[in-house]
């Protein structure tokens, strides 16, 4: 169910069936990364490969919510958050995969600086957080859910229209010049 949830949630923040998000396909992601969990709950026996394939399942669901979040926002910053992290996909290793984020770790907190007022994308945030933050394998499934239920109730279209409609204040693009 979980690797069906990973594949609904990218689909879901890139408002696309098929989204370019790994190679081999989203469930298969995380197909692969329940195999290598089922043999560490039989062994006890944390591997490179076990935490590998968590920090590429990780990947996946913190891509979802910078691609919603971007799909909010349409910002500089969260454009470039969303490309170090499917950069990070490359990556052969865990190590790997941390190096090329602590790159560029300040693009994240940018992410913060552009928020505003708007819950939604407070609460992509929150969720995005909660992902770096997880540590196993059940709170991921948990975000994946969360995610879910954050995103179909998020009214995108409206979102791009009302962007698009609304004309910038003057004297407050003065103020912050």
Do not use: C, W
């Not at 696309?16 to 043999?39: C, D, H, I, L, M």
């Not at 954050?150 to 010049?177: C, Y």
């Amino acid at each position: 169910m979980s690797a069906k949830n990973l594949q609904l949630l990218l689909e879901t923040a890139y408002n696309s069936e098929n989204p370019q998000v790994f190679e081999e396909g989203a469930a298969n992601v995380y197909k692969k990364f329940e195999e290598v969990y089922r043999t560490f709950v039989k062994t006890n026996k944390a591997t490179d490969e076990l935490n590998f394939r968590f920090e590429r399942v990780r990947l996946g669901v913190a891509i979802a919510f910078i691609k919603a979040y971007t799909r909010l926002a349409d910002n500089e910053t969260s454009i470039e958050a969303l490309h170090v992290l499917q950069d990070a996909l490359k990556a052969k290793s865990s190590q790997e995969i941390d190096k090329i984020v602590q790159k560029k770790i300040a693009v994240f907190d940018n992410l913060y600086h552009e928020i505003f007022v708007n819950e939604e994308r407070e609460q992509i945030l929150g969720l995005f957080e909660a992902t770096l933050d997880a540590h196993s394998k059940e709170e991921l499934d948990e975000l994946m859910i969360e995610g879910l239920e954050l995103l179909t109730a998020i009214d995108f279209e409206h979102h791009a229209q009302q962007d698009d409609d609304e004309p910038l204040d003057e004297d407050f693009l003065k103020s912050i010049q």
